[in-house]
């Protein structure tokens, strides 16, 4: 081998530098010429000193647990490894170095917390620097900040920001998790006078959270805790703490709030310090993310902005995002500068957020409202907003008294710095823009959780999630990301089993059982996203890890939904007889559940829109949704049977499998006629029953033509929503109905997704006539459960899926679905063992396709004709076939 292991890594964040706890799993890419399985040799090093050096098992090249001793607190580590084998080794790879964070139990820092000027209106706080003052004798060799909040915070010392990490220390679920960073800050520290500063705001721990604006719940009183490490050149140390000593005073930053908006003065110089309280927070140990940082990770000039009147102009960036607004031009002192985000403008040109006000049945709307203010002191300062985010494409900027640079206007875009693993092209324009927007709209609600939306609510949908995780893991490296936010889901989950609607959950639904809300928690197809989204990772990136810290949240919502069904039926049944019939127990039809949720809206005679919950919330709360209910309930308990199995628990596995199937008899029973029709009659009925195998063998052809005739009956539209609508086409495809599938992938009037290009969008839409034929805006127009249809384009038209039974892309398979709209198509994946890249191309009755195939990987490559070619290994495989010809 020539080639050496490359892209070593271990499992979790940093911001600097990668940081772990004491034993992290290190994990690397083997040599692109290693043909067959080998075994590894890995070396180590901490703090300079030497590790013994281990030797792996064949192919353990994935999350190898820590070989050595566990680490202390703040050590520096490098470790590189290299292939052996029978006609020699490779040659090393490269370092890779890493920190261990400042474990829990030797923080020795107090929790600071500001001297609050009265009770604050939430929303409309500001935000406080906690600062002191250090003395530091020559020679600094190294400094290290280990720092975190129950709030937002940045910190600084002497002036200079600490890092590139926003947001922090990000969105947990405060009571249980709470994640620190580290910084390199030696270049900051001078000798002699030294000043820390942290700035800390509200945050997602007390600011408003949700689409009515409520206050989160985590606590009333926020905190900081940091512990600055100095090594003298002599090899002293010197540790700066939080504690009694701190000063506390109101920053230039008036009001900070994540979803109102930010003020910032800079006329306010330092406030008098007063001393700060200490020890009024609780909070649970600290612990490091597995999650890579909020960044800025692009930079956008507005590519028009637009004078409506005097002081209003309206700056379009072209692309809606979620971030902030840098401005460098701030005018004279005393000048006040207003910014409206949002993601439309109007007919008049003007920004409207009206679609994005917060309604519910029977109450006056809550107006949507993203803003910030400035107010310049005439020194050239710039203006950038850290203490809140906001999504948006335009802006509406007002300022009275001075005029506006446009190219002052810089749109920040923020979100997690996901590391791309998939790329995707063909040789049709639309579906190149489909992905580009759908992944647009996914990297506007990864910041730092997976939200619905990153305007009107910004919550961590359980249910979004695990409908776009399957397409995520093919666009980026999301297992870190995804793990921090399973973390939250099982923090949140209830005593009784039931996973929360969202998490983190600023409402703390599990403490307030008898709230309304806790009526709607516990949802098919929501809470489900504890099994559904840890199977995904494992099957993905092969993380063992993954399902067993998730095992018995997994079994506690499985047992919660098993018990529900068992015990609680529809009204509708109860009416038909008192006494359930013996398939009923395994009916999951008591309780709530959203149902499909977002399908298209029915058009009343004059053309207006009915939204079934507005209309009749009574009506739609009680309407009979077992059916989807019935079908998630087998889905997760069959999941949970395989995710037993891998984990070794044989005799959970058998039982849950025996449940499973007879969840599946039940649900034919009740809702699947003996000619394949569901009792539902819907699109997302059959999408359900096919892609989940509910249907039996003899009854899938009738099954699949009756979606096709509901499909045609709509106009050769869908009908599907969130649940359903990423498996719409696959399931399509793989009945034999590619030629239908294509039609609604192209189809150009709503509902349907070449709309929204139509229709200007740069994001998915919530929902399906976000902008209708008027130029009206409904709903949020950054929704990304919809853009679950990409996937449609890596496993069909592009053709690149796994194999039934491998993980972490051991086995793959490339069959594309040719279309004469599409003449060819490209891409490539980042799997654990290396690229895999596709290329096909079809001129006249030749079909070429291109296959790399990394290492410790196999092959099955399939033409639109059904010729087979079995067990194409590393390396390059190049093939022209005539179609038409025999196999």
Request: proline content about 6%; hydrophobic content about 40%; overall charge negative.
């Amino acid at each position: 081998m020539r080639n050496a292991p490359h892209d070593l890594g271990i499992d979790s964040g940093g911001d600097d530098f990668p940081v772990s706890g004491p034993a992290p799993r290190l994990s690397w890419k083997p040599p692109s010429d290693a043909a067959h399985p080998v075994v590894y040799e890995v070396q180590c090093t901490v703090d300079g000193e030497t590790r013994a050096t281990v030797t792996t098992a064949t192919d353990g090249h994935r999350f190898l647990a820590w070989p050595w001793a566990a680490l202390d607190s703040g050590r520096r580590v490098a470790w590189r490894v290299r292939a052996l084998g029978a006609g020699g080794g490779s040659p090393w790879s490269c370092w890779h170095a890493f920190e261990s964070g400042l474990a829990a139990a030797d923080w020795r820092a107090r929790w600071i917390s500001p001297a609050e000027s009265g009770d604050g209106e939430y929303g409309r706080r500001p935000a406080y620097a906690l600062s002191t003052r250090f003395q530091v004798p020559a020679g600094v060799r190294s400094a290290r900040l280990y720092a975190t909040a129950l709030g937002v915070y940045e910190a600084y010392v002497n002036g200079e920001r600490a890092g590139t990490a926003e947001l922090t220390p990000g969105s947990t679920s405060y009571d249980r998790t709470l994640y620190a960073q580290a910084y390199d800050v030696t270049a900051a520290v001078v000798t002699g006078d030294n000043r820390i500063a942290i700035l800390l705001s509200d945050g997602w721990y007390r600011g408003q959270v949700g689409a009515f604006r409520q206050p989160a719940g985590w606590g009333t009183v926020p905190g900081a805790r940091a512990e600055l490490h100095l090594v003298h050149e002599d090899g002293t140390r010197q540790v700066v703490r939080t504690d009694g000593t701190w000063t506390s005073a109101e920053s230039a930053i008036t009001r900070a709030d994540l979803m109102d908006g930010q003020t910032t003065d800079f006329r306010v110089g330092p406030g008098s310090g007063q001393p700060v309280l200490v020890d009024q927070v609780e909070a649970p140990p600290i612990a490091w993310s597995s999650a890579p940082p909020v960044r800025v990770v692009e930079s956008r000039p507005a590519q028009s902005v637009q004078q409506l009147e005097d002081g209003l102009w309206i700056a379009d960036f072209g692309q809606n995002a979620s971030g902030w607004i840098s401005l460098s031009d701030l005018g004279p002192a005393g000048i006040r500068t207003v910014i409206d985000y949002g993601e439309h403008v109007g007919a008049d040109g003007d920004l409207t957020t009206t679609h994005l006000d917060a309604t519910r049945p029977g109450q006056a709307p809550i107006p949507f409202v993203q803003r910030d203010e400035t107010v310049s002191a005439g020194h050239g300062e710039t203006f950038e907003p850290r203490h809140t985010v906001h999504g948006f494409r335009y802006a509406r900027v007002r300022r009275d008294g001075a005029p506006l640079d446009p190219a002052s206007l810089v749109m920040r875009v923020v979100h997690s710095d996901l590391r791309r693993t998939g790329t995707f092209s063909c040789g049709h324009q639309d579906l190149d823009r489909l992905h580009d927007i759908a992944e647009w709209s996914f990297r506007g609600n990864a910041v730092d959780v997976p939200t619905d939306c990153p305007t009107r609510e910004r919550l961590a949908w359980t249910g979004d999630y695990q409908v776009f995780a399957p397409t995520a893991t093919r666009l980026y490296d999301v297992l870190g990301f995804s793990r921090k936010w399973l973390r939250s889901v099982r923090d949140d989950q209830l005593p009784d089993g039931r996973i929360a609607n969202f998490s983190p959950d600023g409402r703390r639904i599990k403490h307030h059982l008898d709230d309304q809300f806790a009526m709607m928690t516990g949802s098919a197809g929501w809470g489900d996203a504890i099994v559904a989204v840890p199977w995904e990772l494992y099957q993905s990136y092969g993380d063992r890890e993954v399902l067993a810290e998730s095992w018995e949240a997994m079994v506690g919502w499985v047992e919660w939904a098993l018990t529900t069904a068992r015990t609680a039926r529809h009204p509708s049944r109860i009416e038909s007889s008192t006494e359930p019939l013996p398939h009923e127990q395994y009916l999951w039809d008591g309780s709530f559940h959203w149902g499909e949720w977002a399908e298209p809206k029915a058009k009343a005679a004059d053309g207006t829109r009915i939204d079934p919950v507005q209309a009749d919330p009574v009506a739609w709360f009680m309407a009979d949704k077992g059916e989807i209910g019935t079908a998630f309930l087998y889905r997760s308990t069959v999941t949970l049977a395989r995710v037993a199995r891998v984990l070794g628990r044989g005799e959970d596995a058998a039982r849950y499998a025996a449940i499973a199937e007879r969840i599946r008899d039940a649900w034919r029973t009740e809702f699947l006629s003996p000619d394949g029709c569901t009792t539902g009659d819907t699109q997302a009925g059959y999408v359900r029953a096919l892609s989940l195998e509910l249907v039996p063998d003899e009854l899938r052809e009738a099954a699949a033509t009756r979606l096709v005739e509901l499909i045609r009956a709509a106009g050769t539209h869908l009908t599907t929503g969130f649940l359903a609508t990423g498996d719409l086409l696959p399931v399509l495809a793989d009945t034999g109905h590619a030629d239908v599938a294509y039609e609604l992938l192209l189809q150009r009037t709503a509902p349907s997704w070449l709309y929204m290009l139509d229709r200007g969008a740069t994001t998915i839409w919530e929902d399906w006539e976000g902008v209708d034929d008027a130029g009206t805006a409904h709903d949020s127009l950054n929704h990304y459960s919809k853009g679950a249809v990409v996937r449609f384009l890596y496993t069909h038209i592009l053709g690149l899926r796994q194999r039934p039974g491998s993980i972490a892309w051991e086995s793959f398979e490339v069959a594309p679905v040719p279309h004469p709209a599409v003449g060819w198509a490209r891409g490539t994946h980042e799997s654990p063992q290396g690229t895999i890249a596709v290329e096909w191309r079809m001129t006249d009755d030749l079909f070429t396709v291109t296959v790399d195939v990394p290492p410790a990987t196999t092959a099955r490559i399939v033409f639109p004709d059904g010729t087979i070619v079995e067990h194409v290994s590393c390396g390059r495989f190049s093939a022209t076939r005539r179609m038409g010809e025999g196999s």
